[in-house]
Antibody
């Protein structure tokens, strides 16, 4: 059974880079696509992007090229980097298996504040 | 981008009720529509994919229907654990987009 667990610093300063990892167990990263989704406080879910099993990536254009999704196959981890963050990037960040979001982690809260 | 309009935004119901949530896409998306359940503090749970197929382990009281632009999620015989927020997602074209969510509360 697949298990996903997000982790990262809970607090990031404005203009800096948000970095999150998602530890995946129960399945090999190379067999699937992997996605990131976020939920700002009091708001709904927002799709961030996906890394396809081929290694190519697709992102929400509204992020203006600030997001980078990558995989570390040696550690079976998925990563998200979001640069030049502002308060609007404060959210719970979720990783999910497959482009269809079949399984999700519990999420990691990231607050952007000085 | 494809806009997903979900309604209602909130709904009060009683255990045993049958409820329906709708999602309308701003353009045709075939059956590339999924439904999710989210309880705050927990991992969101995938319920339905390709508009009407139940994910493994999801109770049969959940059902989905629709094609093109109009989709529904129905829960027949609400259980206490069903009170949560529900989201639709279109994955027909990038960027994928969610509906605004429907908060299902106990009456």
């Amino acid at each position: 059974q697949v298990h996903l667990q997000e982790s990262g610093p809970g607090l990031v300063k404005p203009s800096e880079t948000l970095s999150l990892t998602c530890a995946v167990s129960g399945v090999s990263l190379t067999s699937y696509s992997w996605s990131w989704v976020r939920q700002p406080p009091g708001k709904g879910l927002q799709w961030i992007g996906v890394i396809h099993y081929s290694g190519t990536t697709t992102y929400d254009p509204s992020l203006k090229s600030r997001a980078t999704i990558s995989v570390d196959t040696s550690n079976n981890q998925l990563s998200l980097r979001l640069n030049s963050v502002t308060a609007a990037d404060t959210a719970v960040y979720f990783c999910a298996k497959d482009a269809g979001l079949e399984s999700w982690g519990q999420g990691a809260l990231v607050t952007v504040s000085s | 981008d494809i806009q997903m309009t979900q309604s209602p935004s909130s709904l009060s119901a009683t255990v045993g009720d049958r409820i329906t949530i709708t999602c309308r896409a701003s353009q045709r998306i075939a059956n590339s529509l999924a439904w999710f359940q989210h309880i705050p503090g927990k991992a969101p749970k995938a319920l339905i994919y390709v508009a009407s197929s139940l994910r493994g382990g999801v109770p049969s009281r959940f059902s989905g229907s629709g094609y093109g632009t109009d989709f529904t999620l129905t829960i027949s015989g609400l259980q206490p654990e069903d009170f949560a927020t529900y989201y639709c997602l279109q994955y027909n074209s990038f960027p994928y987009t969610f509906g605004q969510g429907t908060k299902l509360e106990i009456k």
